[in-house]
């Protein structure tokens, strides 16, 4: 079955940059785009880009470009998500999510857990 | 840019009660070559990630109850609770993946 596991909760300082992992396992890695989704604590979702895993194109939300950079690593399955110069308001569960169809856009079917990353001085 | 606004911001419905959810998009998510709305709903209760309940603003997910249907097309669409259960208590958000990824606000449904 399809699974999306990602790393554990991380707590980092203003300033500093954290990476999130998210394992892909239970399909073809290289067919499907991923993206990362963050959710602050009582909020709404909030899109952060995509990344194609068969070529490792990305795409960025506005808000996060020249601070976000995801990546892939097919051996592994795994795609990163790495967000830099955090501050409080960067506080969040952090998710990645797989993108239903592999040739054009399509809805997220599958959720990793999400990782909570915290932001404090 | 585009922005989806859903109304209302959160409903009280008695248990087998209707409830429905209002998204509305700032730019038309049909797509004329395929004859498509890029239009998902998602449910997503407490301590959980999102679920996919509804794809192309209509098409059901496997799994999910009947009682749940999207309509709509264009900039106006509409997420249906036929009658409502107490496990059907969660926020739904829509979702427009037309271009880039943007969701709303999220709508919260609790019981009367």
């Known amino acids: 079955q399809v699974q999306l596991v990602q790393s554990g909760a991380e707590v980092k300082k203003p300033g500093a940059s954290v990476k999130v992992a998210c394992k892909a396992s239970g399909y073809t890695f290289t067919r499907h785009y991923i993206h990362w989704v963050r959710q602050a604590p009582g909020q709404g979702l909030e899109w952060m880009g995509m990344?194609?895993?068969?070529?490792?194109?990305?795409a960025y939300a506005e808000d996060f470009q020249g601070r976000v950079t995801m990546t892939r690593d097919t051996s592994t399955s795994t795609v990163y998500m790495q967000l830099g110069s955090l501050r409080s308001d960067d506080t969040a569960v952090y998710y990645c999510v797989k993108e239903d169809t592999g040739t054009y856009a399509g809805p997220f079917d599958y959720w990793g857990q999400g990782t909570r990353v915290t932001v404090s001085s | 840019d585009f922005v989806m606004t859903q109304s209302p911001e959160s409903l009280a419905v008695s248990l087998g009660e209707r409830a429905t959810i209002n998204c509305k998009s700032s730019h038309s998510v049909f797509y004329d070559s395929n004859n498509r709305n890029y239009l998902a709903w998602y449910q997503q209760k407490p301590g959980q990630p999102p679920r996919l309940l509804i794809s192309?603003?209509?098409t059901r997910e496997s799994g999910v109850p009947d009682r749940f249907s999207g309509s709509g097309s264009g900039t106006d669409f509409t997420l249906t609770i036929s009658s409502l259960q107490a496990e059907d208590v969660a926020v739904y958000y829509c979702q427009q993946y037309y271009t880039t990824r943007t969701f709303g606000q999220g709508t919260k449904v609790e019981i009367k």
């Open positions: 192309w603003a209509s």
């Open positions: 990344i194609i895993p068969s070529g490792g194109s990305t």
